[in-house]
């Protein structure tokens, strides 16, 4: 496909579960971001990967969050001992280069019960 | 900190009425300004960004530096354009493009 693809499209896990999310960005794309949206809210800016280096982190609520693109494409969110306030929809993007505007996927709906 | 305020959860309009999209922003370097659209069911998409200086979809928007505003206006309402609208604004951290987001404005176009 053309477009940055997610998933699952929903996830439904019990509080303490872990969980991991996945991002398979446009080809030849070097920047990859990931957001979370909760309910309401715009979407922030959790973490940036240019190729396999992850830049910034600086958006990752907690150490229970991870993220990682070994190989420089595929990416993957992992939340360890899910909480419910990760509740949230979490958009991944990518960009041919850093500079140019990002292409987003449609998202994963986390829910924590 | 960066910070983008859209003071309109919602905003209602009949067709064929003026639009205008509130946006303000709160940045200390020179800023890049964005407009995203997400239509239902569909994913987020860019609209517009003001260094392009183009129209999309009838869409214009102009920074306005002074009154630190990235207004979105459309002279003509149509129902196709109801959809949830997000302001967002870039800043440079070294090399990239981060990306700070409004919370949104849900747009209806009444037929």
């Known amino acids: 496909g053309a477009g940055v693809s997610q998933s699952p499209r929903y996830k439904v896990a019990k509080r303490g579960q872990d969980v991991a999310l996945r991002c398979d960005p446009i080809s030849g794309h070097v920047s990859l971001f990931w957001y979370q949206q909760a309910l309401g809210q715009g979407p922030e800016f959790l973490t940036y990967?240019?190729?396999?280096?992850?830049?910034?982190k600086s958006g990752l609520p907690s150490d229970r969050f991870f993220a990682e693109r070994p190989e420089g494409s595929v990416s993957t969110l992992k939340i360890q001992r899910t909480q419910q306030e990760d509740s949230a929809v979490y958009l991944c993007?990518?960009?041919?280069?850093?500079?140019?505007?990002?292409?987003f996927g449609d998202g994963t709906r986390l829910s924590i019960l | 900190a960066q910070r983008v305020t859209q003071p309109e959860k919602l905003l209602s309009v009949f067709k064929g009425a003026p639009v205008e999209l509130k946006c303000n922003y709160s940045y200390s370097g020179s800023p890049e300004l964005f407009w995203y659209v997400q239509y239902s069911r569909q994913r987020l998409q860019l609209l517009l960004r003001?260094?392009s200086r183009e129209s999309i979809k009838g869409f214009t928007a102009d920074l306005n530096k002074g009154e630190t505003s990235f207004h979105l206006k459309k002279p003509f309402a149509q129902e196709e354009d109801s959809a949830m609208y997000y302001c967002?604004?870039?800043?440079?951290?070294?090399?990239?493009?981060?990306?700070?987001f409004g919370i949104g404005t849900k747009l209806q176009v009444i037929p």
């Open positions: 967002a604004l870039s800043e440079d951290s070294g090399g990239y493009q981060k990306v700070t």
């Open positions: 003001h260094i």
């Open positions: 990967f240019q190729n396999e280096a992850q830049l910034d």
């Open positions: 993007a990518s960009s041919l280069e850093p500079q140019q505007p990002q292409h």
